[in-house]
């Protein structure tokens, strides 16, 4: 079966544009998390999208924000784009509570310069 | 809050040898502990997972082992090879659920041949 895709897999941008970014599940996962990796502060949890209703939200700021589709693929935006927002920003998908793990997508590299 | 601490940051085997990552978690409601495994440039894998009503699971060459007791988990990996080398992440379910994770900031391994 398809893997969880994420597009697009390379993206540059300048400080105070805004950007959104799109995973699209593992066909019948209807949860999507997103994390934002950086070599200094590892995995960190963003958001958890459930059946198109937000259910769990890290300690990330109100320019941080996402969706969920009737579909389950589900879309972050990052508004006011700062330097430090430079990532790896990866979604995963699970069957959420079925004894499932997590799959992770290939991600989604942002540049802010 | 929440957190997952993983000891070492890195580690270096020779070929052959053992390896073992050890993890500590402060959630006592914690029930799901998976192990993620990255390449460089690639995106996290699932190896190995263990649910809180197992003390231990393997599979193959990995094996991970569970004290809820004292909230720590560990990573075995026995007779390392070359492709074992990469960072290695492990994580805990928060508040119980299976949909949201906390990681562990990752420990290198390089395997030595």
């Known amino acids: 079966k398809a893997g969880v895709t994420q597009t697009p897999r390379y993206l540059i941008k300048t400080r105070g544009q805004q950007v959104t970014l799109s995973c699209s599940p593992i066909?019948?996962?209807?949860?999507v998390s997103w994390y934002q990796q950086t070599p200094g502060q590892g995995l960190q949890f963003l958001f958890e999208?459930?059946?198109?209703?937000?259910?769990n939200k890290g300690n990330f700021p109100g320019r941080f924000s996402g969706r969920q589709f009737s579909n389950s693929r589900s879309e972050m935006n990052v508004s006011t784009l700062e330097l430090g927002d430079s990532a790896l920003y990866l979604c995963?998908?699970?069957?959420?509570?079925?004894?499932?793990?997590?799959?992770f997508g290939s991600g989604t590299r942002l540049t802010v310069v | 809050g929440e957190n997952v601490e993983q000891h070492p940051s890195t580690l270096s085997v020779q070929e052959g040898d053992s390896a073992v990552i050890k993890c500590t978690y402060s959630?006592?409601?914690?029930?799901?502990f998976p192990w993620y495994k990255q390449e460089l440039g690639k995106r996290p894998q699932l190896i190995i997972d263990?649910?809180?009503?197992?003390g231990e699971k393997k599979d193959q060459r990995i094996a991970v082992t569970l004290n809820k007791t004292a909230k720590h988990f560990s990573l075995h990996i026995t007779e390392t090879q070359p492709e074992d080398s990469a960072v290695y992440f492990c994580?805990?379910?928060?508040?119980?659920?299976?949909?949201?994770?906390?990681f562990g900031k990752g420990t290198k391994l390089s395997v030595k041949p």
């Open positions: 066909s019948g996962h209807r949860s």
């Open positions: 999208y459930f059946s198109e209703t937000q259910r």
């Open positions: 959630d006592s409601a914690s029930n799901y």
């Open positions: 994580a805990a379910s928060i508040g119980g659920s299976q949909g949201n994770l906390i």
């Open positions: 995963a998908s699970s069957l959420a509570g079925r004894g499932d793990g997590y799959t």
């Open positions: 263990i649910r809180s009503n197992v």
